[in-house]
């Protein structure tokens, strides 16, 4: 395995790991429960930027530093001493932008959750496309309870929860734990937290096992869909695997499949 950690920042608030088409982030504040103070938002938005153009990227897991947390959301003592409207404007607008970006990025991204993981937080988990999540992991959108609504949080979490559990984290900023996130779909998997690396991998490995033209395309095409109504979805998505079907990647699948082979993709 060829691996390489690059350090993107000289205060290393973030750490990247590149093995076998797998990226893995580490929000390194451990310190700081690995909040994300702007020098940690806007590295981490230029790095996926980056790897939205990387054709040896496949997946990216975004994982966190220490045991006790992933995220707790925006570093609020940061913006406290800022005491500048212009400030939180920009901030905010930064981290709307990375969760865009996120999205929008042709690679699937993994969240490791590991530990505490509230308001901001779980807008970052609930914007990545997959999420897997220790036992020992807890959940909250909480910022209510501090008098700051998760307004930005809540687009998110309202598109990976139904809609009535959506609202009772929002407006109650009352913790779940791992289990109970999984129940209502902030997070896909919960396992011990010895076979969190393990169960990732095996997520990483089964994407990487798939032809990138189609994860990258597929990706487009699941979040587009999910903004349309359903006649308009229909009419979308039959059009695009028309175009699918007229591809080499989808060619050398469907007849490795009538022929009983395993398909041979560049």
Not at 31 to 54: C, F, G, P
Not at 158 to 175: D, E, I, Y
Request: hydrophobic share 45%.
């Amino acid at each position: 395995m060829d691996a390489r950690t690059d350090d993107l920042s000289n205060e290393d608030v973030l750490l990247r790991e590149d093995a076998d088409g797998v990226t893995r982030l580490t929000l390194n504040r451990p310190d700081k429960y690995n909040a994300m103070s702007e020098d940690l938002v806007e590295r981490l938005h230029a790095t996926l930027k980056e790897l939205a153009q990387d054709p040896a990227c496949r997946v990216i897991v975004l994982a966190a530093a220490g045991d006790k947390a992933f995220c707790p959301g925006h570093d609020l003592k940061e913006m406290i001493e800022a005491n500048d409207h212009a400030f939180y404007e920009e901030a905010f607008r930064r981290s709307a932008a990375l969760t865009k970006t996120m999205i929008s990025m042709p690679q699937p991204i993994v969240a490791r959750v590991q530990g505490l993981t509230t308001a901001g937080g779980c807008q970052i988990v609930a914007a990545c496309d997959m999420a897997i999540a220790s036992s020992a992991a807890t959940f909250s959108a909480n910022g209510i309870t501090n008098g700051l609504f998760c307004a930005m949080p809540s687009v998110t979490i309202s598109r990976n929860v139904p809609r009535k559990q959506a609202f009772n984290m929002l407006f109650t900023g009352a913790f779940i734990d791992a289990a109970q996130a999984q129940e209502i779909g902030l997070v896909n998997k919960v396992v011990e937290p010895e076979e969190l690396d393990t169960a990732v991998a095996e997520v990483t490995a089964a994407i990487r096992a798939k032809p990138a033209t189609a994860v990258a395309r597929g990706k487009e095409v699941f979040y587009q869909q999910l903004q349309m109504p359903l006649s308009e979805a229909l009419d979308f998505t039959a059009g695009w695997m028309a175009e699918d079907m007229d591809s080499d990647t989808a060619r050398e699948g469907v007849n490795a499949f009538i022929e009983k082979r395993k398909p041979v993709w560049d």
